[in-house]
Structures are given as structure tokens and as C-alpha cells.
């Protein structure tokens, strides 16, 4: 698994790409928030495309070989998306980006849950805390450039570059080979579905919003701080990579966490915390106060949703892979309906309203962990309720 985490770190960089570059972008396409949104949509439409295709490309193809096809198509797609004068055909190049950094996040997290058993939480959080490593040093590239005032499509083209070394150490790696991996299909997900229906709808709704309201606040956090509170060119982009940090701390300490506690009993903890704190932190008319709680609240919604993917440990080894799938599928459609809701939300009724948006999608997420009533994951409802075959 240590082989895929200097990789987790530059998709993690590229994941924040838009979040540390929207408002530069905005200006120089002259665009509202309402169609800039389209940035986070069509980039998770990709990544969501990706999560589809990769149960069925692993039948004829290796982990390794998958990945670095994803890196080569992340090259290729941003250094592409820098050069091009037309903000729809940025859009075009930036999907093609999704599609190929989904591969990078979502193949590790099936790794994982294919051959760690009971380590899974444990690993997943591993993982996203070094996709959260990406989220610190990303913001840097864009902040040194917004300060030297140097175009911001450098920003975009510079972790296309670096992708490739980064990838480096799976490609030196001895993997297995993932051979009982079932393709998504309908019949795939009826099967998943019927082995306990309230809890896996219960599980896809809170991921939904779980993810959407994480990743809309991080995409949003830049444009707020600088529109809304003035904030100096560049320095927005610290307070983004603080944002990573404290992200990193927070899903370091699930992980740690998750040897002790059930994922449900953390995540019961943590999701009113968030609800709470995301409310708050937009409301102060002081800008110190404003950071503080979005990296107090980032501290604490960090863990949520690889907490919640780490439920498809679940079901049988054999479908494992493909319920994370769906299941890393439901936490893309949230980044990318949520994130754009935010952005319409932020557009039309105001920055604060907007950022706070987020508070009201934690709340959903807890008012459906207490619906579930049982652990996740479900280590007794193994034993109640056979497998299917």
C-alpha cells in the first residue's frame, strides 16, 4: 500500500487544482460563481465515469496498468487545458482530467479493500490523508504564481508535469492482481442492494452529502476569502494548504482512532461537530475568526466519508471492490452536485449563506447514521445475515 501514497499526494494536488485557481480562472474568462461551478461538475462527472469503467477494465488489465494510464491521461489532459484560449474547451480538457485522476484515488481504495480485511479503515484513511498531503502542497503553486503575478495557467500545467515522477514507485511495485473483482452491473448493484437495502441506501445518501459538503467548502473557501473578506492576493492560498493540513491531522487521527472505535461511533462524534462549525465559520465579521473555524471544521469533517467507504469491507471479498465502486461513485455524485450547488447558493443568495449551505448537508448526513442504527462497519451483521454466493 505504501506504494500508492507519493501518488494519493498529487492527486490530492490536482483535485484542489480548481479550488486554488477558480477565482484567477473566473477573471480571466470573465464568469460568475453560477458557471464556473461547472469546473468541480464536469471534473467529478469524470471522475464518476471513472469509478464506472474500472471494474470492467479490470478484467483485462492490471492495477499498475490502470494507474499509469490515469497518470498519463492527467498529464496530457492539463497541460492541454493550460494552453487552450476557450473556456469550453478547458471545460472539455478538464474532464478528461477527472477521468484520469479518479483512477488514481479510486484504484488504491479498491486495493485496499480487496487485500487489508480489517484494516481497511484504518488504510482508507491512510490514503485520503495523504490525498490530504496533496491539498497542502498544492495551493503553494498557485499562491507563489498569483503573488509574482505570473499567469495562473502555470498552476495548472505544473502538476500535470510533476504526475509522472510521482507514479513512479507503483510502477517499481510488486501488486497483486485483483482477480475477483465483479463488474458493475445491474444485476452487480441489485445484489448489493438486496443484501441489506436500508443500509446500503442509507450509506449512499450520507455519502452524498458527506463528500458534497467537504469538497463544495474546500473548492469555495479561496473565492470567499478573497471576495468576501479581502483577503491579499496569494494569501487565501495558505490558509487553503492550513485547510490540508488540518484535513491530514484529522483523517491521521481516525485512522488511529478506528483501531479502538467503531467507524459509527466516530463518525456519530464527528458529523454534529461539523454541522456545527461549518454553520459558524462564516459568520464572523473578522477574518482571523473565519479561518480558525474553517480549519477547526475541516479537523473535523476530515474523517467522514473515508470512514463511510470503508463500510464495503462489508460485503464479500468478492463484491468488495465493486460495492467501494459504487460507493466512491456516490461520494463523487455529492462533490459534484453539492459543490455546484453551493456555487448557484453562493451566486444568488450571498458567500455566507453559501459556505454555511454546508451545515444543513451535515445534519442530513447524521439524521441518516441514526437511521441506520447499526455499525459501520457491520462486523455482527456478517454473521446475522449470510452472503450471498
Known sequence: MRAFYPMMIIAGFVQLLIPSTIHLIMGDFHLGEGVAGLLPLVFFAGIIISALLVTRLLENFSVKALVVSGALLVSASLVAASVTPWFALFVFFYFFAGLGNGSLIILP?????????????????????????????????PGIIENLEISWRWAVAVPGLLVIPFVIPVVIARLKRLTEVERISFKFIKE?????????????????????????????????????RGMTRGTAH????GLGVALLVGRLTCAHLARRFSAYKILLLLTPLAAVLTF??????STTANVALFLLSALVYAGTYPLLLSAAKVYPKSQSSGAYTL?????????LAMTYCI???????????????????FIIVLAFLLALRREIPLSEHAHQKAFPV
Do not use: K, N
Not at 463528500?211 to 474546500?218: D, H, N, S, V, Y
Not at 460507493?327 to 462533490?335: C, D, K
Open 109 to 141: 481504495g479498491m486495493y485496499a479493500t480487496s487485500t487489508c480485511g480489517d484494516e481497511t479503515p484504518r488504510v482508507q484513511s491512510m490514503l485520503f490523508g495523504f490525498l490530504s498531503c496533496g491539498y497542502i502542497v498544492g495551493p503553494f503553486v
Open 192 to 228: 448489493i442492494v438486496s443484501f441489506d437495502r436500508r443500509f446500503f441506501v442509507g450509506l449512499v445518501i450520507a455519502l452524498i452529502f458527506a463528500a458534497g459538503a467537504a469538497l463544495g467548502l474546500i473548492t469555495w473557501l479561496v473565492t470567499f476569502l478573497e471576495q468576501e
Open 238 to 241: 495558505l490558509v487553503l494548504a
Open 280 to 285: 459558524l465559520a462564516p459568520l464572523p465579521d
Open 327 to 335: 460507493l466512491f461513485i456516490a461520494m463523487s455524485v455529492g462533490g
Open 343 to 361: 456555487g448557484q447558493i453562493f451566486q444568488h443568495l450571498g458567500a455566507v449563506v453559501g459556505m454555511s449551505s454546508a451545515a444543513a448537508m
